[in-house]
């Protein structure tokens, strides 16, 4: 049998495998505050990150781009500090925000969070504190001592109060690790230095002191071995025994010489110590005791990083390989370890009884008796209450105290319990109750109160309902902590805090009848259960019906708490809540209709029943609601033409609601009903929905009341928004039908949708006694002309004067027009002109005179208007009009005068006098207009003077057009006349613009020789010759050359670009020339002319170097390289390097190339001439002056060369030049081209590069090199990188073996990779199988088995597949396999031992099945492995449908302990077939799981009485006991019969199988029938049967017995009755209270020893069957015949 062990030892997860790097793994990458999250640093290349495991979620670790030196995570959140350099940084991951930054003075070495809001800084010389909270910097704490100078810091540790703080560092001295800490007391600012390299803090809670003691226990190992200190720290709290000091040796095996402490946990909850080594041991220890409990090997690795494993109160850290482990107390097999293996009894108890762990039962049981038998009832009681699990906290223990007898002088034993208890830890249950009893008969219910508060007493419903009796707050209390829902509302109730009931049961999901306690509180306090009622209906669904809720009101007649209840409960306005909508507002329409109208006036409900709520209105005379609700129109109209009842505002807003039809037939029926009442409200309607009624219906329906009235207080109200005509034209017939002519003038004036016609004829019909409407409208729609012609024919004369002198004085013109058309006297027109002061227009007036041919009429008006400065053009304009007609000096007029309008003017003079309208034209600047005069005059001399003067750009554009027929005159006149009487330059500017604008270019020229080469002020003008120019240039080219000779003062380099651009190289050239532009005039010859022998000649003639650099240029893009490098050479020009550089590669001329680059060279120290210098040497083969040349000083690039002529496969070249820069790699590629192999490779080995080893390599294996082409590959297969592709390019060869001897040949290096043994097996798999299996049973951990194994799938190696499925823990596919492919891979081992690991269910069922086809005999085995996780009601179902449920018996047997259905039928089924009674038996009654009627039907009818009998046995165990005993009495079975009907308690049923017994003449079985069923027969029944029968001797036992127990029971109540007489007479004699001790020292008056179970206390039952007289033979069964 396997040891127990005292610990658990889990691994939580492999880093590895979460995809953690191997090479991050360790103390300077990972840091573990605490057991919640582990932080990793990784870099991978360049990139780095920073990788946070949280321990609840390890599949997906959080990654983040993050380069920093160091990472912690805090203790508790998701909050990270970061260190890079100086640099510190806190942030918050889930809010993604920077907490606090600070940048350090310091280089920090180490950092640690000592609590979830500090960080220790630990610097070279210090120690700081850096809270996290606020923007407090780092707080200095204490400087390091010089004990730790050289050292690594490990570790920072503090105790709680953080007023102990440990550095802790280690350095190597000696070839050992030495421990070196430093001790410092906040207190006293004082710090001690200490030997040792682990170390902790714990509070420790020593037996006897009332508070923890602070605990500083560390570990050291020095060359005299290695210790543990635990000591207290600090000064023993008041109180507070000292803690005594432990030394104890730490036990280092010899296999670990060098080992030694690394960390250490310690556990406050089980007073333990954790420790763990450098070599992976755990050493466990007591700190109390200081004993070595455990000591084993963990991890065959480092443990570098540890944190206390809060979950199970041990230590949980990582090692090197990335397990993350913990260890923790086995707490189920610790005490029986210290017990058993430790032999330490009193250690297992403290252990025990320190963290309440079962195994010490029996020694805490054994010590209770001990010193229960011993009298030391004190001491007992704190074994018991000590007693971990509560094993001694019993009734039976509580009773033994009650049973010991009180010393003199001392407290009872009892009482001493309890008050132990008290002390130390909660009553249980029994405890509870039993000091509940006397605290309460003695009335000091605060006690109770005081052990609740205080925890001290476990709350029951028991407890609650003792101390109900006497105190219901306190035991609401007790219901309360006890959770006894039922209760607890009880006392609410009666308590009255009915509040609190619907809030207690929503908080603990309990339902009770809330109606029923409604109901009782409706009875004591309405108000409160009006409140409690609201309570009840603020959910959705209500917690109670509220219809029910009603009814409670209802029942007492509390309308208005109904009322006000169901307002609150029916606020929602739900649909299904009509009906009771609808009994609020009846129950008030009823008794209080003021609330119903307030209640339908808010609006609340609209689901009740609309017509019966509105009768009810109309009955309480609350007429407006019950038109809200009426929906007949008979109704309405009833109840509608009560006006005198309704608000008016009301029922306006009422009507909204009709349709137009009942809104027009409640209308006609108030108008009908009182049409003086009514008439003022139906105004009202009819003004606000005129537009839903129609305006022509509510008009006719006031006109059939003849109610001109109402039409116009109708029309009134509406017409200001109207825009209908009618309503405007019949508002004005209502008001000047009833008198309102003020009204009239109003709408007249300010109206604009009357049709003004019809209300012009209606005004004059109508007569009015005032004209002024008629005036309004005849001066608002322009009927100015009819207005005087029907005032001056009715003789209203005085209307005219007032019209135009004070209503509109601007119609004095219409009006002077309309009276000289009625043949009005000159007098009488110019007099109301005169008299007409306000504003009109003179235009107009001028306008109506001059259509009438009466324009001289107004000269004297006009005239006295300019002498009194008038300057209204208008006025002027007729002035100038009739001086025209008149002739009266009208030029002069016309140029003088500054207010008249030309145009109009010009115009009026056009066909009079055209000299006279282009004098106006001109005076206005109306150029279009003088144009256009002048053209159709042909006076174009004025016009080109004009255009001359007027220099506008627009009109030139304008005449000068080509459409403008007139424009060739015009030209001539500007060039003969305008151009030659000015002198202003900017006339000539403007003009020439003109022209050049207009594309007049043979024009211009014209213009330009006159003005140019003739003598004239502008002759020497520059612009002017360059205009000349250019314009030959564009119109007559073959005058340019003519041009350029004669004119010396023109632009040359700008005219000839403009040359060259139109194509006239041979002018441009001259112009060059003739200006000595050599550069200019060469670059026209090249690019233009296009003729180098001219340039040539040129470039000989002139000698100029820039030319001759022209030229070369040009000859070298025309391909004449070695021309062009001569005139290059000429020039001394080397700044064109790169294009000649080009252009000599181009065409191979790399021997010209090297003069000129030997020129270059000289002139210009560039890189890249002396770059293509050297190329060119070795192009031309001048090895002697490569060499020469790269070992002289230079700046060529070498390299660069050598690549080129590595390109080009101008080796030996190259082979010089690598060789010269020392690039070994590009030398080694050049030696394999030359075929020096074995050079190749030294230089590979010089230049170390992947890159060259490939190539080399490869090139080896094309050569058939093998032996150096395996040197190289083991350089290249240690980058994995790399590997895949060496592997493709043998393979694409066929090299197959010689790969993998290469890869063999490389397993054994240092840096060999997973990648390579993983190809390996690949190549085995395809290459050669045989020796795949080796390779994987010695390297399976190194190769990548997902690959591997599609590797093997691919090859058919169902051996090696299933290894490997087993070795990736890949279980499903291992069975998978193993069962597809059973021949070559099938184990049953192995088979066994992967199938109960597989996490498919069902391929459990696929096994068997499997097993059933192809090891049927092997069956059993396999199910008994699987039994812990198969559904075996599923299996067995199989195996029965497969019909082999024989073949697996024994399996079936061994599951029928989980008393399954399916298993007990299938058993049972198959004991029946085996015909196996007694196994039946067995397993019915052991297993009762099963259908048991439907097995008793089978096997009642079966064959065999055996089997019959069981169905008698199965019918009694389902209470059917009249079947039971049928089938017995059919088979004989008397005994069972018997039995049965005695169990069945069933007086019936008995007597009828006496009865039965009797009729069969059966006479022993009924004498046996009366003692076995004795309690069941009525002895008068017995009595009468043996009499008929004549069998008085075998009744007469019976009837014996029954008269000795009737008269025993008479004997007792006998006695009852005196010891009750005693018993009263010895309690009245008593006193209540016993002194000052409480009850439970004596048991309390109302204590008594338990009475038995049959009344008489200390009385043993009497044995009443059998009896003593019957015989015993018969009692045996001797005379039951066939039984």
């Given at each position: 049998?396997?040891?127990?062990?005292?610990?658990?030892?889990?691994?939580?997860?492999?880093?590895?495998?979460?995809?953690?790097?191997?090479?991050?793994?360790g103390f300077s990458n990972i840091t573990m505050e605490s057991d919640k999250f582990i932080c990793i640093r990784e870099k991978n290349g360049d990139q780095s990150q920073v990788v946070i495991v949280d321990m609840a979620d390890t599949a997906n670790p959080m990654r983040r781009p993050i380069s920093a030196d160091s990472a912690i995570m805090n203790p508790s959140s998701k909050v990270i500090a970061l260190k890079a350099g100086k640099t510190l940084q806190i942030f918050n991951l889930e809010m993604k925000s920077k907490i606090k930054a600070h940048v350090s003075n310091e280089d920090v070495i180490f950092w640690k969070w000592i609590s979830v809001n500090t960080i220790a800084l630990v610097t070279e010389n210090t120690v700081y504190h850096w809270p996290m909270e606020g923007d407090a910097l780092p707080q200095k704490v204490f400087d390091r001592h010089s004990n730790l100078k050289g050292c690594q810091i490990i570790n920072y540790r503090t105790d709680e109060a953080m007023k102990w703080l440990l550095l802790v560092g280690i350095s190597a001295q000696q070839q050992r690790v030495v421990g070196a800490m430093q001790l410092y007391s906040v207190e006293r600012n004082v710090?001690?230095?200490?030997?040792?390299?682990?170390?902790?803090?714990?509070?420790?809670?020593?037996?006897?002191?009332?508070?923890?003691?602070?605990?500083?226990?560390?570990?050291?190992?020095?060359?005299?071995?290695?210790?543990?200190?635990?000591?207290?720290?600090?000064?023993?709290?008041?109180?507070?025994?000292?803690?005594?000091?432990?030394?104890?040796?730490?036990?280092?095996?010899?296999?670990?010489?060098?080992?030694?402490?690394?960390?250490?946990?310690?556990?406050?909850?089980?007073?333990?110590?954790?420790?763990?080594?450098?070599?992976?041991?755990?050493?466990?220890?007591?700190?109390?005791?200081?004993?070595?409990?455990?000591?084993?090997?963990?991890?065959?690795?480092?443990?570098?990083?540890?944190?206390?494993?809060?979950?199970?109160?041990?230590?949980?850290?990582?090692?090197?390989?990335?397990?993350?482990?913990?260890?923790?107390?086995?707490?189920?097999?610790?005490?029986?370890?210290?017990?058993?293996?430790?032999?330490?009894?009193?250690?297992?108890?403290?252990?025990?009884?320190?963290?309440?762990?079962?195994?010490?039962?029996?020694?805490?049981?054994?010590?209770?008796?001990?010193?229960?038998?011993?009298?030391?009832?004190?001491?007992?009681?704190?074994?018991?209450?000590?007693?971990?699990?509560?094993?001694?906290?019993?009734?039976?223990?509580?009773?033994?105290?009650?049973?010991?007898?009180?010393?003199?002088?001392?407290?009872?034993?009892?009482?001493?319990?309890?008050?132990?208890?008290?002390?130390?830890?909660?009553?249980?249950?029994?405890?509870?109750?039993?000091?509940?009893?006397?605290?309460?008969?003695?009335?000091?219910?605060?006690?109770?109160?005081?052990?609740?508060?205080?925890?001290?007493?476990?709350?029951?419903?028991?407890?609650?309902?003792?101390?109900?009796?006497?105190?219901?707050?306190?035991?609401?209390?007790?219901?309360?902590?006890?959770?006894?829902?039922?209760?607890?509302?009880?006392?609410?109730?009666?308590?009255?805090?009915?509040?609190?009931?619907?809030?207690?049961?929503?908080?603990?999901?309990?339902?009770?009848?809330?109606?029923?306690?409604?109901?009782?509180?409706?009875?004591?306090?309405?108000?409160?259960?009006?409140?409690?009622?609201?309570?009840?209906?603020?959910?959705?669904?209500?917690?109670?019906?509220?219809?029910?809720?009603?009814?409670?009101?209802?029942?007492?007649?509390?309308?208005?708490?109904?009322?006000?209840?169901?307002?609150?409960?029916?606020?929602?306005?739900?649909?299904?809540?009509?009906?009771?909508?609808?009994?609020?507002?009846?129950?008030?329409?009823?008794?209080?209709?003021?609330?119903?109208?307030?209640?339908?006036?808010?609006?609340?409900?609209?689901?009740?029943?609309?017509?019966?709520?509105?009768?009810?209105?109309?009955?309480?005379?609350?007429?407006?609601?019950?038109?809200?609700?009426?929906?007949?129109?008979?109704?309405?109209?009833?109840?509608?033409?009560?006006?005198?009842?309704?608000?008016?505002?009301?029922?306006?807003?009422?009507?909204?609601?009709?349709?137009?039809?009942?809104?027009?037939?409640?209308?006609?029926?108030?108008?009908?009903?009182?049409?003086?009442?009514?008439?003022?409200?139906?105004?009202?309607?009819?003004?606000?929905?005129?537009?839903?009624?129609?305006?022509?219906?509510?008009?006719?329906?006031?006109?059939?009341?003849?109610?001109?009235?109402?039409?116009?207080?109708?029309?009134?109200?509406?017409?200001?928004?109207?825009?209908?005509?009618?309503?405007?034209?019949?508002?004005?017939?209502?008001?000047?039908?009833?008198?309102?002519?003020?009204?009239?003038?109003?709408?007249?004036?300010?109206?604009?949708?009357?049709?003004?016609?019809?209300?012009?004829?209606?005004?004059?019909?109508?007569?009015?006694?005032?004209?002024?409407?008629?005036?309004?409208?005849?001066?608002?729609?322009?009927?100015?002309?009819?207005?005087?012609?029907?005032?001056?024919?009715?003789?209203?004369?005085?209307?005219?004067?007032?019209?135009?002198?004070?209503?509109?004085?601007?119609?004095?013109?219409?009006?002077?027009?309309?009276?000289?058309?009625?043949?009005?006297?000159?007098?009488?027109?110019?007099?109301?002109?005169?008299?007409?002061?306000?504003?009109?227009?003179?235009?107009?007036?001028?306008?109506?005179?001059?259509?009438?041919?009466?324009?001289?009429?107004?000269?004297?008006?006009?005239?006295?208007?300019?002498?009194?400065?008038?300057?209204?053009?208008?006025?002027?304009?007729?002035?100038?009009?009739?001086?025209?007609?008149?002739?009266?000096?009208?030029?002069?007029?016309?140029?003088?005068?500054?207010?008249?309008?030309?145009?109009?003017?010009?115009?009026?003079?056009?066909?009079?006098?055209?000299?006279?309208?282009?004098?106006?034209?001109?005076?206005?600047?109306?150029?279009?207009?003088?144009?256009?005069?002048?053209?159709?005059?042909?006076?174009?001399?004025?016009?080109?003077?004009?255009?001359?003067?007027?220099?506008?750009?627009?009109?030139?554009?304008?005449?000068?057009?080509?459409?403008?027929?007139?424009r060739r005159p015009l030209i001539d006149q500007v060039v003969q006349t305008a151009l030659s009487e000015t002198q202003d330059a900017d006339d000539v500017s403007t003009t020439v613009r003109a022209f050049m604008a207009a594309d007049l270019p043979n024009e211009l020229i014209e213009l330009l020789e006159k003005i140019v080469l003739e003598n004239s002020v502008f002759s020497d003008h520059r612009n002017l010759q360059n205009l000349l120019i250019l314009t030959a240039v564009k119109a007559d080219p073959t005058r340019v050359m003519e041009y350029i000779t004669r004119l010396d003062n023109y632009d040359a380099p700008d005219i000839a670009n403009i040359a060259i651009t139109n194509q006239l190289f041979e002018e441009a050239f001259a112009i060059f020339k003739k200006f000595d532009v050599n550069t200019s005039a060469v670059q026209v010859l090249i690019e233009h002319v296009k003729n180098l022998d001219r340039a040539y000649e040129f470039a000989e003639r002139c000698n100029d170097p820039t030319v001759w650099s022209e030229l070369a240029r040009a000859q070298l893009n025309s391909g004449a390289v070695k021309d062009a490098i001569d005139s290059f050479i000429k020039a001394?020009?080397?700044?064109?390097?790169?294009?000649?550089?080009?252009?000599?590669?181009?065409?191979?001329?790399?021997?010209?190339?090297?003069?000129?680059?030997?020129?270059?060279?000289?002139?210009?120290?560039?890189?890249?001439?002396?770059?293509?210098?050297?190329?060119?040497?070795?192009?031309?083969?001048?090895?002697?002056?490569?060499?020469?040349?790269?070992?002289?000083?230079?700046?060529?690039?070498?390299?660069?060369?050598?690549?080129?002529?590595?390109?080009?496969?101008?080796?030996?070249?190259?082979?010089?030049?690598?060789?010269?820069?020392?690039?070994?790699?590009?030398?080694?590629?050049?030696?394999?081209?030359?075929?020096?192999?074995?050079?190749?490779?030294?230089?590979?080995?010089?230049?170390?590069?992947?890159?060259?080893?490939?190539?080399?390599?490869?090139?080896?294996?094309?050569?058939?090199?093998?032996?150096?082409?395996?040197?190289?590959?083991?350089?290249?297969?240690?980058?994995?990188?790399?590997?895949?592709?060496?592997?493709?390019?043998?393979?694409?060869?066929?090299?197959?073996?010689?790969?993998?001897?290469?890869?063999?040949?490389?397993?054994?290096?240092?840096?060999?990779?997973?990648?390579?043994?993983?190809?390996?097996?690949?190549?085995?798999?395809?290459?050669?199988?045989?020796?795949?299996?080796?390779?994987?049973?010695?390297?399976?951990?190194?190769?990548?088995?997902?690959?591997?194994?599609?590797?093997?799938?691919?090859?058919?190696?169902?051996?090696?597949?299933?290894?490997?499925?087993?070795?990736?823990?890949?279980?499903?596919?291992?069975?998978?396999?193993?069962?597809?492919?059973?021949?070559?891979?099938?184990?049953?081992?192995?088979?066994?031992?992967?199938?109960?690991?597989?996490?498919?269910?069902?391929?459990?069922?696929?096994?068997?099945?499997?097993?059933?086809?192809?090891?049927?005999?092997?069956?059993?085995?396999?199910?008994?492995?699987?039994?812990?996780?198969?559904?075996?009601?599923?299996?067995?179902?199989?195996?029965?449908?497969?019909?082999?449920?024989?073949?697996?018996?024994?399996?079936?047997?061994?599951?029928?302990?989980?008393?399954?259905?399916?298993?007990?039928?299938?058993?049972?089924?198959?004991?029946?077939?085996?015909?196996?009674?007694?196994?039946?038996?067995?397993?019915?009654?052991?297993?009762?799981?099963?259908?048991?009627?439907?097995?008793?039907?089978?096997?009642?009818?079966?064959?065999?009485?055996?089997?019959?009998?069981?169905?008698?046995?199965?019918?009694?165990?389902?209470?059917?006991?009249?079947?039971?005993?049928?089938?017995?009495?059919?088979?004989?079975?008397?005994?069972?019969?018997?039995?049965?009907?005695?169990?069945?308690?069933?007086?019936?049923?008995?007597?009828?199988?006496?009865?039965?017994?009797?009729?069969?003449?059966?006479?022993?079985?009924?004498?046996?029938?009366?003692?076995?069923?004795?309690?069941?027969?009525?002895?008068?029944?017995?009595?009468?049967?043996?009499?008929?029968?004549?069998?008085?001797?075998?009744?007469?036992?019976?009837?014996?017995?029954?008269?000795?127990?009737?008269?025993?029971?008479?004997?007792?109540?006998?006695?009852?009755?005196?010891?009750?007489?005693?018993?009263?007479?010895?309690?009245?004699?008593?006193?209540?209270?016993?002194?000052?001790?409480?009850?439970?020292?004596?048991?309390?008056?109302?204590?008594?020893?338990?009475?038995?179970?049959?009344?008489?206390?200390?009385?043993?039952?009497?044995?009443?069957?059998?009896?003593?007289?019957?015989?015993?033979?018969?009692?045996?069964?001797?005379?039951?015949?066939?039984?």
């Open positions: 049998m396997a040891q127990v062990m005292p610990i658990r030892f889990q691994e939580h997860i492999q880093l590895t495998n979460i995809g953690i790097n191997s090479a991050n793994i710090s001690q230095p200490i030997e040792g390299h682990a170390a902790t803090f714990v509070p420790f809670q020593v037996e006897g002191n009332k508070s923890p003691s602070n605990v500083f226990a560390f570990s050291v190992r020095n060359q005299t071995g290695g210790k543990l200190h635990i000591i207290e720290v600090g000064a023993p709290a008041e109180g507070n025994a000292n803690f005594a000091k432990k030394t104890v040796d730490v036990f280092f095996p010899a296999e670990a010489p060098n080992d030694f402490p690394v960390a250490m946990q310690a556990s406050k909850e089980h007073g333990l110590i954790y420790m763990i080594t450098k070599y992976g041991y755990i050493h466990l220890y007591d700190i109390e005791s200081g004993t070595c409990i455990y000591m084993n090997r963990i991890s065959g690795d480092t443990i570098f990083v540890t944190a206390p494993h809060e979950a199970s109160n041990g230590i949980i850290g990582v090692n090197r390989k990335g397990q993350v482990l913990s260890v923790s107390i086995d707490e189920d097999n610790i005490v029986g370890y210290i017990t058993n293996q430790l032999k330490n009894p009193e250690l297992a108890l403290k252990i025990s009884v320190r963290c309440n762990l079962a195994g010490a039962e029996e020694l805490f049981v054994r010590r209770f008796n001990m010193l229960f038998g011993q009298g030391q009832y004190s001491e007992a009681a704190k074994v018991a209450a000590n007693a971990p699990k509560g094993i001694l906290r019993t009734p039976q223990t509580i009773q033994r105290f009650q049973q010991c007898p009180t010393q003199p002088g001392q407290a009872s034993p009892l009482l001493q319990y309890f008050s132990i208890l008290l002390e130390t830890s909660q009553l249980n249950k029994a405890e509870s109750l039993e000091l509940a009893r006397p605290v309460l008969q003695q009335g000091r219910n605060q006690l109770l109160e005081k052990w609740l508060v205080e925890g001290k007493l476990e709350c029951s419903e028991e407890l609650g309902d003792l101390i109900k009796a006497h105190d219901t707050t306190l035991a609401l209390s007790v219901y309360l902590r006890a959770n006894i829902p039922q209760k607890v509302i009880i006392c609410f109730a009666e308590t009255n805090q009915f509040q609190k009931i619907v809030l207690y049961a929503k908080k603990v999901n309990y339902t009770p009848d809330y109606v029923f306690i409604l109901r009782n509180v409706m009875r004591s306090n309405v108000e409160n259960g009006t409140t409690f009622a609201t309570m009840l209906v603020q959910d959705d669904p209500p917690l109670a019906d509220i219809e029910s809720i009603t009814n409670v009101f209802m029942e007492q007649n509390l309308i208005p708490q109904c009322t006000s209840f169901l307002l609150e409960a029916l606020k929602g306005n739900k649909p299904e809540e009509g009906p009771l909508q609808t009994r609020l507002l009846e129950m008030n329409l009823m008794s209080a209709p003021q609330v119903a109208d307030a209640i339908l006036g808010n609006q609340l409900f609209t689901h009740y029943d609309r017509a019966h709520v509105a009768q009810l209105c109309e009955q309480a005379q609350l007429l407006q609601r019950a038109l809200e609700h009426y929906t007949d129109i008979f109704d309405i109209k009833r109840a509608i033409v009560h006006t005198h009842l309704l608000k008016p505002e009301w029922l306006v807003e009422y009507f909204g609601s009709l349709s137009v039809d009942d809104s027009l037939e409640c209308l006609k029926a108030m108008l009908t009903a009182n049409l003086r009442q009514n008439l003022q409200i139906c105004v009202q309607v009819a003004g606000k929905y005129h537009e839903q009624l129609g305006t022509t219906k509510l008009i006719e329906l006031f006109e059939s009341f003849k109610s001109f009235e109402g039409l116009f207080y109708f029309l009134g109200s509406i017409v200001n928004f109207s825009q209908e005509a009618e309503v405007h034209f019949r508002y004005i017939q209502a008001a000047c039908k009833t008198g309102q002519i003020k009204e009239v003038e109003r709408i007249c004036r300010e109206s604009s949708c009357y049709d003004p016609e019809r209300v012009k004829n209606f005004l004059k019909e109508a007569k009015l006694a005032d004209q002024l409407p008629l005036i309004i409208v005849c001066d608002r729609f322009n009927f100015v002309h009819d207005l005087v012609m029907y005032l001056y024919k009715n003789n209203l004369q005085k209307y005219i004067e007032i019209y135009v002198q004070k209503v509109n004085p601007s119609r004095l013109p219409a009006v002077v027009g309309g009276l000289l058309d009625v043949d009005c006297g000159e007098d009488i027109v110019k007099n109301l002109i005169l008299t007409v002061r306000g504003q009109f227009s003179t235009d107009e007036l001028v306008e109506e005179v001059e259509k009438r041919n009466r324009l001289k009429l107004l000269m004297p008006w006009l005239e006295g208007r300019v002498h009194e400065g008038i300057n209204e053009p208008a006025t002027h304009n007729a002035l100038a009009k009739i001086y025209i007609d008149s002739n009266n000096n009208p030029e002069r007029f016309l140029r003088e005068n500054q207010y008249y309008e030309s145009e109009v003017i010009g115009k009026y003079c056009e066909k009079r006098d055209p000299h006279l309208a282009c004098v106006s034209y001109e005076r206005g600047s109306c150029d279009m207009d003088l144009i256009r005069v002048c053209n159709e005059n042909s006076l174009f001399k004025y016009a080109a003077r004009h255009l001359v003067r007027r220099r506008d750009p627009a009109l030139w554009e304008h005449v000068l057009d080509p459409e403008n027929t007139f001394d020009d080397p700044s064109a390097y790169l294009d000649v550089i080009e252009a000599a590669r181009a065409n191979d001329g790399y021997e010209d190339m090297v003069r000129y680059l030997q020129m270059a060279r000289k002139k210009a120290r560039e890189a890249i001439i002396e770059t293509e210098l050297v190329f060119a040497y070795a192009k031309v083969n001048r090895l002697a002056d490569l060499e020469e040349f790269i070992s002289s000083p230079n700046i060529a690039q070498i390299q660069q060369v050598g690549d080129r002529c590595y390109d080009e496969k101008l080796y030996e070249p190259a082979r010089i030049l690598y060789n010269n820069v020392s690039n070994y790699a590009r030398l080694s590629s050049t030696l394999v081209h030359l075929g020096e192999y074995q050079a190749a490779v030294d230089g590979a080995r010089k230049a170390n590069s992947t890159k060259t080893w490939k190539e080399v390599c490869f090139a080896c294996v094309e050569a058939g090199e093998f032996r150096m082409a395996q040197m190289c590959g083991l350089h290249i297969v240690v980058h994995a990188d790399e590997l895949e592709e060496l592997i493709n390019f043998y393979q694409s060869r066929g090299f197959f073996q010689e790969l993998i001897q290469l890869l063999e040949a490389a397993l054994g290096l240092e840096r060999a990779h997973m990648g390579m043994f993983t190809e390996l097996a690949i190549l085995y798999s395809k290459y050669n199988a045989p020796k795949m299996r080796e390779h994987l049973e010695l390297f399976w951990s190194r190769v990548n088995i997902p690959k591997v194994l599609r590797a093997a799938e691919q090859a058919h190696l169902w051996a090696e597949l299933v290894f490997l499925y087993d070795k990736y823990e890949e279980y499903d596919n291992a069975i998978q396999t193993m069962m597809s492919h059973p021949t070559p891979c099938w184990k049953e081992a192995l088979f066994k031992d992967i199938i109960t690991k597989v996490a498919n269910i069902e391929l459990y069922y696929k096994a068997l099945s499997f097993y059933l086809e192809f090891k049927p005999m092997l069956l059993n085995d396999l199910l008994l492995v699987l039994t812990p996780r198969l559904d075996h009601t599923r299996a067995v179902g199989y195996f029965q449908k497969v019909g082999q449920l024989a073949l697996v018996l024994p399996y079936v047997k061994s599951v029928q302990s989980h008393n399954n259905k399916v298993i007990n039928e299938a058993l049972n089924n198959i004991y029946i077939e085996n015909e196996d009674y007694d196994s039946l038996r067995n397993s019915i009654d052991d297993f009762n799981n099963f259908d048991n009627i439907a097995l008793a039907q089978r096997m009642e009818k079966h064959e065999l009485i055996e089997f019959r009998r069981i169905a008698a046995y199965l019918f009694k165990m389902n209470n059917r006991w009249k079947q039971a005993v049928e089938l017995c009495k059919k088979d004989h079975l008397f005994k069972d019969a018997m039995e049965y009907a005695a169990e069945s308690r069933n007086t019936e049923i008995s007597e009828d199988l006496m009865s039965w017994f009797l009729d069969n003449e059966n006479y022993e079985s009924f004498a046996a029938g009366t003692f076995v069923m004795y309690d069941m027969l009525r002895p008068d029944v017995i009595l009468e049967l043996a009499w008929r029968h004549n069998i008085m001797d075998f009744a007469m036992p019976y009837l014996i017995q029954s008269v000795r127990e009737y008269t025993q029971k008479v004997d007792k109540l006998e006695v009852s009755d005196e010891t009750r007489a005693k018993e009263a007479e010895t309690n009245n004699q008593q006193p209540l209270v016993l002194g000052e001790q409480l009850m439970i020292t004596s048991g309390g008056p109302g204590y008594s020893p338990m009475p038995n179970m049959y009344g008489v206390p200390g009385q043993q039952p009497q044995q009443t069957m059998p009896p003593q007289s019957m015989p015993q033979q018969l009692y045996n069964g001797g005379y039951m015949g066939t039984m």
